[in-house]
T-cell receptor, first 114, second 115 residues
Framework: AQSVTQLGSHVSVSEGALVLLRCNYSSSVPPYLFWYVQYPNQGLQLLLKYTTGATLVKGINGFEAEFKKSETSFHLTKPSAHMSDAAEYFCAVSEGTGRRALTFGSGTRLQVQP | DSGVTQTPKHLITATGQRVTLRCSPRSGDLSVYWYQQSLDQGLQFLIQYYNGEERAKGNILERFSAQQFPDLHSELNLSSLELGDSALYFC??????????????FGEGSWLTVV
């Protein structure tokens, strides 16, 4: 069965600081992994996804994530936080070459302090 | 704007009542998904339809049902509502079922409050 654990329900960083949001997954087969962002009163927007190939994936708004099979992790990073990055971030997994429905983590709320 | 349209945006109803949430997928998308987001359960997958047929079922209660119509819009029916059904219900769509190749786009959700 597939599952996702996001460490830290709230993360606070200063503007310009590194953003690191942690995600660990469990999957019985090679997974497809996703990060979504949810701004207040909006739906979820895809930031980036890993399917196959290069393990470092670049997404929108300067975010990137690295798939590490040995650590079963897919952490999201951004070198320099911006105020507009304040939102809730969800990691998700779909195993079976993406044919199973997405299973989401519990989310991490990112605060960016001026 | 994701192109997925959900109505109504907000709904307040009483316990025991029945409501219908409507979703219009992005133009060309054949697959529709319903998710429930609540404070205690997080984002839970409810059900998926592909081109009118049920494709996958998640944590959907028996009091809930859904369908996808020939024009590909979908409705989620919630009956015998309980206080715990208060949540944000998302509809999402994709071209096909392969989540790897086909991005899933989410609507802005329908806020349901049961009082």
């Amino acid at each position: 069965a597939q599952s996702v654990t996001q460490l830290g329900s709230h993360v606070s960083v200063s503007e310009g600081a590194l953003v690191l949001l942690r995600c660990n997954y469990s999957s019985s087969v090679p997974p497809y992994l996703f990060w979504y962002v949810q701004y207040p009163n909006q739906g979820l927007q895809l930031l980036l996804k890993y399917t196959t190939g290069a393990t470092l994936v670049k997404g929108i708004n300067g975010f990137e994530a690295e798939f590490k099979k040995s650590e079963t992790s897919f952490h999201l990073t951004k070198p320099s936080a911006h105020m507009s990055d304040a939102a809730e971030y969800f990691c998700a997994v779909s195993e079976g070459t993406g044919r199973r429905a997405l299973t989401f983590g519990s989310g991490t709320r990112l605060q960016v302090q001026p | 704007d994701s192109g997925v349209t959900q109505t109504p945006k907000h709904l307040i109803t009483a316990t025991g009542q029945r409501v219908t949430l409507r979703c219009s997928p992005r133009s060309g998308d054949l697959s529709v998904y319903w998710y429930q987001q609540s404070l205690d359960q997080g984002l839970q997958f409810l059900i998926q339809y592909y081109n009118g047929e049920e494709r996958a079922k998640g944590n959907i209660l028996e009091r809930f049902s859904a369908q996808q119509f020939p024009d590909l819009h979908s409705e989620l029916n919630l009956s015998s509502l309980e206080l715990g059904d208060s949540a944000l219900y998302f509809c999402a769509s994709s071209v096909a079922v392969d989540r790897g190749r086909n991005t899933i786009y989410f609507g802005e959700g329908s806020w349901l409050t049961v009082v």
